[in-house]
């Protein structure tokens, strides 16, 4: 009985499971503890990045942004280092100095801006389990696209036409200025022969002449937004003195001798001691002046007309009292002696002159040589013609176009008219903002006008026609035929529609080492977060 008691109270004991949570939960403690504390961690260091990531990706963003403005690229790393501090809170205390540094994408040089940083500070867990303090690293990488602008000389303004800009014939055009065409077409700008350009860049809001890109080394920019026309704000002037009606004559001019001139002055001083002029002796002056025999020579000056070869002599003779009474009252006394010789006289025969003056004109037909005078000049309906073998100048004038007025620029003129200065401007009453916007302005045709019609207006220029100023013809076609040059900037032509033609010779369009400042395109700049 007594072994069967002990067989099943043995057995009970062996079967009870009453302890074993106990001991489960005894050995479990440990991993629980850790558990818990590495998760307490873990959210430490997700935080820490997260915070630390996105103060990178902003300073890249912001130092990227700098570097696309070269006004500002050389402060990219203030920028980005300014934008890394302001968005950081929980790591502010222990995180170290960011790197930032221009780096390489994509295959390009210097064309991102690269940020990375570290945050280190021991963690109750992790630190009693390692030994060591917790870092945490970010890395971000902004590349950037520089902003453009593109000027241009040549812009045709017409929004849809084929061939707004066509070049033809075997014409050179060799300034690197800029073309552009405001026409979305897909044929813009066209060619028509085997010319020879070099303009720099080709900017067009439609397509180009497949032609450009196997024959010149421009940089071609098709179907471009945000092209447009620089003057479409600006109207013309009309000032009181441009509102009076005048025409145009022609008048003769006096004939002109010229001859060359020898002039021989001798000048004698003697010196007298006497009451009156008329009862003096000679005095010795130990102080007064020398004697002179100066000679001059000149060529083919202009004389008086009624001018005879041979020599003319003239004597001046003058007193000049010296002070003193009586007696002992001195003088002196100058003989100067002219002798003048005419040689080689030539009489020229003056010819018909032109001199106009501001104001509204229906015709400007030049028909001999012609001086503008300074000012703006309003041609209503008719046309500005200038004819071969006149010389016609001005400097400080604009010519306004009105009610489907034209200019004719005819071969053999030689030409030299120069646009007014925002000075010049100011000058006959227009404000100094407007005059700012239309100085350089030499021709001006009024939205208004009904156009030049089918026979545009015409430039047949030849080597001595210069033209400094700027062309704006925003309802008519410009023909350019001939050959122009400037002496002080690019010549702007800026038309509805521009067609060069036949043996045209643009290659001192734009004077050597000058540049176009009118702006027809600005690209944004553009930066991209891409790690």
Not at 116 to 130: G, M, Y
Not at 155 to 164: E, F, N, P, S, Y
Not at 193 to 205: E, F, H, Y
Request: overall charge negative; some cysteine; aromatic content about 8%.
């Amino acid at each position: 009985m007594i072994l069967k008691f002990m067989r099943e109270k043995i057995a009970h004991i062996a079967g009870c499971k009453s302890g074993n949570a106990t001991m489960m939960v005894a050995l479990g403690m440990p991993v629980l503890i850790g558990g818990a504390g590495l998760g307490v961690d873990m959210t430490q260091w997700y935080m820490w990045k997260r915070e630390l990531q996105f103060a990178v990706d902003q300073a890249a963003i912001a130092g990227a942004w700098a570097a696309a403005d070269t006004e500002t690229e050389s402060t990219f790393q203030t920028r980005a280092l300014q934008e890394f501090d302001a968005n950081l809170s929980v790591t502010d205390d222990f995180n170290a100095a960011p790197t930032i540094q221009l780096a390489n994408f994509a295959g390009g040089t210097d064309n991102s801006v690269a940020v990375s940083a570290t945050a280190t500070k021991e963690l109750p867990f992790t630190s009693f389990l390692t030994g060591e303090a917790a870092t945490i690293y970010a890395y971000a990488q902004a590349t950037f696209e520089e902003g453009t602008t593109f000027t241009s000389c040549l812009i045709a303004l017409d929004d849809d036409d084929a061939g707004a800009i066509t070049i033809g014939g075997s014409s050179v055009l060799t300034a690197s200025c800029g073309l552009a065409a405001l026409s979305t077409d897909d044929m813009s700008i066209t060619v028509n022969g085997d010319p020879t350009v070099d303009a720099g860049w080709i900017l067009s809001a439609g397509g180009v002449d497949e032609w450009f890109y196997t024959n010149t080394d421009d940089v071609i920019l098709e179907y471009m937004d945000g092209l447009y026309d620089p003057f479409a704000s600006l109207s013309p002037p009309n000032p009181t003195a441009s509102q009076i009606s005048r025409t145009y004559t022609c008048t003769a001019e006096n004939d002109t001798t010229y001859a060359d001139v020898d002039i021989r002055t001798v000048t004698d001083y003697t010196y007298w001691e006497g009451p009156t002029r008329n009862n003096v002796t000679l005095w010795t002056n130990p102080s007064g002046h020398d004697d002179s025999d100066v000679t001059s020579s000149s060529n083919d000056i202009i004389v008086p007309n009624d001018t005879v070869a041979g020599t003319t002599t003239v004597v001046d003779e003058t007193w000049r009292d010296l002070g003193g009474n009586g007696q002992t009252k001195k003088w002196e006394q100058r003989v100067r002696t002219i002798t003048t010789t005419y040689d080689d006289l030539t009489l020229v025969e003056g010819g018909l002159a032109g001199n106009v003056r501001p104001g509204t004109y229906t015709d400007i037909h030049i028909s001999c040589n012609t001086a503008f005078a300074p000012g703006v000049y309003n041609i209503v309906g008719g046309t500005l013609i200038i004819n071969g073998q006149h010389e016609v100048t001005g400097a400080g004038v604009m010519f306004v176009l009105y009610d489907g007025a034209s200019i004719q620029v005819n071969g053999g003129a030689d030409i030299n008219l120069t646009a007014m200065t925002a000075a010049d401007l100011m000058s006959v009453g227009v404000s100094p903002s407007d005059a700012n916007d239309l100085a350089g302005m030499l021709v001006f045709e009024d939205r208004d006008s009904a156009g030049a019609g089918t026979n545009g207006q015409s430039f047949n220029g030849n080597a001595n026609t210069v033209l400094n100023g700027t062309f704006y013809f925003p309802v008519s076609e410009v023909f350019f035929a001939g050959t122009a040059s400037v002496t002080s900037q690019c010549l702007m032509i800026a038309a509805n529609n521009i067609t060069i033609t036949g043996t045209t010779d643009m290659e001192t369009f734009c004077p050597a080492d000058s540049t176009e400042d009118t702006t027809v395109v600005s690209t944004e700049a553009k930066v991209r977060l891409v790690a």
